[in-house]
């Protein structure tokens, strides 16, 4: 890290681009945290030449995390200073939020051209999030080709393997041989994807045969035909899920797939960069999910915040009412004994966080399918054998613990009793939950936690208090 | 999903291998539940003929995935049947407590022609889970060449670049054309590796100056110069963490990276296939980490479980325990009036959920880098405000509810502030704990769920307590 003294002398003195490139990252590669107050004097000062060059030593991905730590009105200035080029490769890498407060800003001309320079996928994603009127304008100044190249991927549904597919692929028919192959790729250099890994060998109605990876072309003498050296291919059909996607190529270990309509002809392929970026969505969903958090970008606005995570709160608040009920049934028992109201929200802690532990493992097992029809059985005696023993363990540590307080052994012997039932219920409902959530269609991993949680404050304020008013009173 | 009907009809007949095949997957290209008793069955009976069937049917990776879901007995008795190549293929997709229980198994010898088969990083990764007399046997039993390309892989530290790199590489001198390049290639078809992507640029000390994509290759005419078509590369330092190695793939959307010793020698190569399972399994240590469960994997028995989730049952009793004094302290209050102890637990569930929320958003955003020292105040901010503003809600709610069963409107008052001072310090503790732990060098993940919880529960208990004993008593 830049210290801000450091920074301040930098400031003062003119720097080579090779300092400005060692100033920006660290060792890490990961943006400096001094760089940006660098880039945000640059911009008050309105110093075009300075931003240049302060810009000018950063990837584009780098610009799009420089975007994540300025303020909104400083980024908003920042555009200007990017050429259509760069501005479409920040654009691809930008979170939703801030790439659509920023859209708003964009002049649609600049945005037509910036789209050009995209990729047809990441293209139609930006469009995606323009507002109608917008989209036409840009859409209007775009050349017909590309136009229509958008259009068509933003007609496949959102988060599908069509709207993940770039629709630049290069396909060969089996007949041809490796020599033929090349050939024909150096002719038509100009209409290839930038990159590609793959050349798909195709039927006569266009249907993916297999494929030979371009490092087999290159070490393959060039008679050898194609159908010689080509793999088979894992078809992604183009609705599937990119949920589904991203299982099978990580599965497989894919680096790039043929995507096929339902007619089985070829229409596009996902390259595995495609995936990492979906991949990491769609655990950093399950992980705020587990967490109560709706999905707020790193971005949104304290009411964009508010309103991902109140409704979770909202719905908390209902749960614990009911649970608190059971606690209000028994007041006099308290009133009476008031040791109870000591160890109520402890068995009740104890049995959240047995079954918080529980389902979070369940859910991350349905999620990487490691955990359906043919091992349930096995996996939820499992769940109850570590729930009893460790219910058994934290109910003897507890009623050691209150016995050496209370000096009360039957005391004791309730509140072990209470833990132990309640880390039986934790892990029943840790591991029910979550199957019956998957199986009713809903995503366990939104559900579960509010279920369990439920279920271990009621039963464990029931098994403390019921077992306290018949023992003890 | 398979119906039993269905499989008890299905093992009754003969089938073509390509009928298995749509037997094995489902659409989703996971393995069928119904297929795990077919093969199960098949070992019980010992028809190796129906064996070889079912399993030929499988890709090592579903195979590997049928493993998972066999008992453990099954999975020892399945191994014979599987041949060198195949069982490389599965050893280096299973998960490491499967695959350290298969290789205590597997005759040294198959294993050492296992080995031989796969890449040098799989098969380290491989070496390493083996117990020291076994690894000696098996390195023994391995042609020279490829036992000490292990040995290097292993002399470099665990989760480090170097572990994760291949060593086989394809470079190329500066000087060389593309035409030069591809002729090379083909006379040297068999050193090569089995699928590559970037042909690194080296000057006459083996660094690399760039890489040539291979479709790059592909298109350009054979008289080029390499140094005309090479991109610029990002290099890997050899003893660089996996978790940096992922991040840097991730943001440059890298497919492949050369990594280069201290002095800048090119050792060998990462490729983004490696880097999705890095992912994958960092990711999910953080969600189990924030669960407070430690690593054991989906096949751990019951006393791995065990050893994985009662170290943090044992912290959450301590703290809770602590958090209890402040309870214990205030019996009097609570014996005299009982509504407290009804609320009490509501106060600190609310407080300890908005914590959840606010530790969960933190430690992500911590973990992908988009919270550091430039925007740390702004963040800290934004979290206490959405705290100030939902405490104050859902304090105004419960205090509404309260109303309307006690009728007391100085139990709504305090039961209200107590939400909303609870809110506070969950938001302080939510971003504070993250940030606080990073900077000591903690994994943000493994502790910040005990500091939060901690200080919710006894900020809660003392907030509505002690208000409660100043206004209501």
Not at 296 to 310: E, F, N, P, T, W
Not at 344 to 361: D, K
Not at 463 to 471: Q, V, W
Request: some cysteine; glycine content about 8%.
């Amino acid at each position: 890290m830049v210290r801000e003294t450091d920074d301040l002398e930098l400031k003062r003195r003119p720097e080579a681009e090779e300092d400005l490139e060692d100033l920006a990252l660290g060792e890490d590669y990961a943006l400096n945290p001094g760089y940006v107050p660098m880039v945000a004097d640059a911009l008050d000062r309105g110093d075009a030449e300075r931003l240049r060059e302060l810009l000018g030593a950063l990837h584009p991905a780098d610009i799009a995390d420089l975007m994540g730590f300025l303020s909104a009105g400083d980024r908003e200035e920042l555009v200007p200073h990017l050429d259509a080029e760069t501005l479409g490769e920040v654009l691809s890498e930008l979170d939703t939020e801030i790439r659509e407060e920023i859209l708003e800003h964009v002049p649609s001309a600049l945005l037509a051209q910036a789209l050009g320079e995209m990729e047809s996928d990441d293209a139609a994603d930006v469009v995606d999030d323009l507002e109608a009127d917008k989209r036409a304008q840009v859409l209007a100044a775009m050349p017909e080709t590309e136009r229509a190249a958008i259009e068509t991927t933003l007609a496949y549904e959102d988060e599908t393997a069509g709207r993940l597919m770039q629709r630049e692929v290069v396909a060969a028919p089996q007949f041809w041989t490796v020599g033929q192959t090349i050939d024909h790729l150096r002719a038509n250099s100009d209409e290839l994807p930038e990159l590609f890994f793959d050349v798909y060998v195709v039927d006569p109605s266009y249907r993916p045969v297999g494929a030979a990876p371009v490092s087999h072309l290159l070490r393959t003498k060039r008679d050898t035909p194609l159908a010689q050296i080509m793999e088979q291919v894992t078809e992604i059909p183009v609705d599937m899920d990119q949920e589904e996607v991203a299982y099978i190529f990580n599965k497989y270990r894919l680096i790039s797939a043929p995507v096929v309509e339902p007619g089985g002809r070829l229409v596009g392929q996902i390259t595995v960069d495609d995936i990492v970026g979906v991949i990491q969505e769609e655990t950093e969903e399950d992980i705020l999910a587990l967490a109560g958090v709706g999905d707020a970008g790193r971005d949104a606005g304290v009411v964009g915040i508010i309103r991902s995570r109140l409704p979770w709160l909202v719905i908390n608040l209902a749960t614990e009412a009911i649970a608190a009920t059971v606690v209000g049934a028994f007041q006099d028992e308290i009133a009476k004994l008031t040791a109870l109201a000591v160890l109520m929200p402890i068995v009740s802690s104890l049995g959240g966080n047995a079954g918080t532990q529980a389902l979070t493992v369940a859910v991350r097992a349905i999620a990487s399918r490691e955990l359906n029809s043919s091992n349930a059985m096995r996996v939820i005696w499992r769940e109850l054998a570590v729930g009893v023993f460790n219910g058994a363990t934290m109910g003897g540590l507890l009623g050691i613990a209150a016995y050496m307080i209370w000096h009360d052994i039957r005391l004791s012997i309730v509140v072990g009793l209470a833990v132990l039932a309640n880390f039986f219920v934790a892990a029943l409902g840790g591991i029910l939950a979550p199957i019956a959530l998957e199986r009713l269609g809903r995503d366990p991993a939104v559900s579960s936690s509010v279920v369990v949680t439920f279920m271990c404050d009621f039963f464990g304020f029931l098994a403390l208090l019921g077992l306290g008013a018949l023992i003890l009173l």
